[in-house]
């Protein structure tokens, strides 16, 4: 059995700065790529930038610089944006990436040609620009709008390429229905299930040069036509590891990959990109991790709203592992989850403050007392730690973690060693330090900085007291 585990994050538009959602989906595939390591796997890591796109025109346009300029500042923005919220990539791939991603991209799109699965017709349809994709008029809403975006979408008229998921409608029905390739949770598995159910169109995977402002990877041997975004975009991948320039990267890691996305693109995940794959005879993905959308205090984000959460300015005002912390822990992983500033203040007291930094704060104080050597960190996790983990339940891997923090305050209160004579308050803090030293080593795909903090406090040769890990509010 391979040793290498490969994950990745949505590849995101960069027509906007990074917003709340972004950071939930990378804080959670974060979680996984630290778990793995944890447990001796080698990890690659992957996003990068979705920058071929409609979209990314209009917003240039919009800001009056050219879209060049704009790319290339977003893309900047974006990738510091990882590094700002402390996520470990270690492949980022962007699409107007001339030298590492355009071979690769066309190379898929020559092996699906030869597999005669690309071919040109006239077509017209129901064309949402938000989405950068074509609606049949069964999934708008009742009104006939995107559901993405609950805006008309336009009617299009043009002479496409179209590739042939019709083709594997049958087999990546079977492919879904044994977990061959996974999609987690369940209630998006029978969603995808459904889908395909009602008949697979093939769709288009090109445009014209001129309604893509000339932005886009030409298909090869036509300059009059550009890759469709998805088609272009969902190859970053794959590009990322090196397809079609260097792929020792893409053989060693490609077939172990989770796929970490929203719940609003797991159709071109999960039938689309299998279907290409499927036609390039290619390797697929093992797990589509599908999460869902947040509101703020009960309702949809939006900017006429005024109610939009900025990550930056929330990490900048409470720290980056609180703000990590409360995504992955009270935000259920995979259904819709909700943010409030006061339910995030409610629980940093309740979890942070007065739970493991009290808790941290109590033990070494009365360690520091009587002069006590550090313990063990410990170098395996539980089986109800790793049983939810394996199952891709963040949030209920986190509140293990939880439960094991309000038994060690238990059990303190119980044993209260203060009260007990020098030898029994020994034994006690002998146990509460390998305990806070398990929970710190539980914590790392968590909180990592947190985590790395405890492991190393309590493992000293002798423990002092430690400043409050998370000061009250
Ligand atoms: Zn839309």
């Not at 993905?285 to 300015?313: E, R």
Request: proline share 5%; charged share 20%; glycine share 6%.
């Amino acid at each position: 059995m391979s040793n290498s585990y490969y994950i990745t994050t949505a590849i995101p538009y960069v027509n906007a700065r990074p917003h709340v959602g972004h950071v939930l989906e990378w804080f959670q595939a974060d979680a996984l790529a630290r778990y793995h390591r944890l447990l001796g796997k080698d990890v690659a890591f992957t996003s990068g930038t979705d920058e071929n796109s409609l979209k990314n025109v209009q917003a240039a346009e919009k800001a009056g610089v050219e879209t060049q300029a704009w790319l290339d500042e977003y893309a900047k923005i974006f990738k510091d944006a990882f590094a700002f919220f402390g996520i470990g990539l270690t492949h980022f791939r962007r699409g107007s990436d001339q030298q590492q991603h355009w071979p690769g991209v066309q190379k898929l799109w020559l092996r699906c040609l030869e597999n005669d699965d690309i071919y040109k017709k006239t077509y017209t349809g129901l064309y949402c620009v938000g989405c950068e994709s074509f609606y049949n008029p069964e999934d708008l809403t009742k009104e006939g709008f995107c559901p993405e975006h609950l805006k008309a979408p336009e009617s299009v008229t043009e002479e496409n390429y179209f590739f042939r998921l019709s083709k594997y409608q049958a087999e990546i029905l079977k492919l879904i229905e044994s977990d061959t390739h996974q999609i987690v949770s369940q209630q998006y598995k029978n969603e995808m299930l459904r889908f395909i159910e009602r008949g697979l169109d093939d769709f288009s995977i090109s445009r014209s040069s001129e309604r893509a402002r000339g932005i886009g990877v030409p298909v090869p041997g036509d300059n009059t036509q550009v890759m469709y975004v998805w088609f272009d975009a969902l190859a970053i991948y794959i590009t990322a590891l090196g397809w079609g320039t260097d792929e020792t990267d893409f053989n060693k890691y490609w077939p172990s990959a989770v796929q970490v996305i929203g719940k609003g693109i797991n159709r071109f995940h999960s039938i689309y990109w299998i279907g290409m794959l499927l036609s390039a005879k290619l390797p697929l993905p093992k797990t589509t991790f599908v999460h869902g959308y947040l509101t703020a205090d009960g309702q949809k984000m939006s900017k006429s709203l005024g109610n939009v959460i900025d990550p930056f300015q929330l990490v900048e005002d409470h720290g980056l592992e609180p703000v990590r912390y409360y995504l992955l822990r009270h935000v259920p992983t995979h259904a819709d989850g909700d943010f409030s500033q006061e339910k995030f203040l409610e629980t940093y007291t309740a979890d942070l403050a007065n739970g493991i930094g009290n808790l941290c704060s109590r033990i070494a104080k009365l360690c520091e007392k009587n002069a006590m050597p550090g313990g063990k960190i410990p170098n395996q996790f539980s089986a109800e730690f790793d049983h939810a983990f394996s199952n891709f339940e963040i949030s209920a891997a986190a509140e293990w973690v939880s439960d094991q923090i309000r038994k060690l305050d238990g059990f303190l209160s119980e044993q209260t060693p203060w009260a007990k004579p020098l030898v029994e308050q020994k034994e006690i803090l002998t146990v509460a330090v390998e305990k806070i030293l398990n929970i710190g080593y539980h914590l790392q795909p968590l909180m990592p900085n947190t985590a790395s903090h405890i492991l190393k406090h309590f493992a000293n040769q002798e423990i002092s007291a430690i400043a409050p890990l998370f000061p009250r509010k």
